[in-house]
């Protein structure tokens, strides 16, 4: 069983800062390919950020520049710098990760984390 924990979000001022942490347990292999999405009340979840197998970085229109995604490989974690948060990016964060469980690496499995809330508010 994998599982991904998140921490990190709260409560933040426009213009503030928050660093998002999704660390991943269970019996893992590998790990593919991580990404942050998230979802504001009543709008479908759209990614975030993203590190694609064989890494690089992607980011949404809206948020490049103020976000950045890395990645621990010895520690399975994830993280999310977010800088000069505006109110519209308050919303749900979860973190998602592409599972590889055994030597095979052909198969992999998605996995989410639980979300924390990340609100940008004066």
């Known amino acids: 069983q994998v599982q991904l924990v998140e921490s990190g979000g709260g409560l933040v001022q426009p213009g503030g800062s928050l660093r998002l942490s999704c660390a991943a347990s269970g019996s893992i292999f590998s790990i593919n390919a991580v990404g942050w999405f998230r979802q504001a009340p009543g709008k479908q979840r759209e990614l975030v950020a993203e590190?694609?197998?064989?890494?690089?970085?992607n980011y949404a229109d809206s948020v490049k520049g103020r976000f950045t995604i890395s990645r621990d490989n010895a520690k399975n974690t994830v993280f999310l710098q977010m800088n000069s948060l505006e109110p519209e990016d308050t919303a749900v964060y979860y973190c998602?990760?592409?599972?590889?469980?055994?030597?095979?690496?052909?198969?992999?499995?998605?996995?989410w984390g639980q979300g924390t809330q990340v609100t940008v508010s004066s």
């Open positions: 998602n990760a592409k599972v590889v469980l055994t030597s095979d690496v052909r198969y992999e499995y998605d996995y």
């Open positions: 590190i694609p197998f064989g890494g690089g970085t």
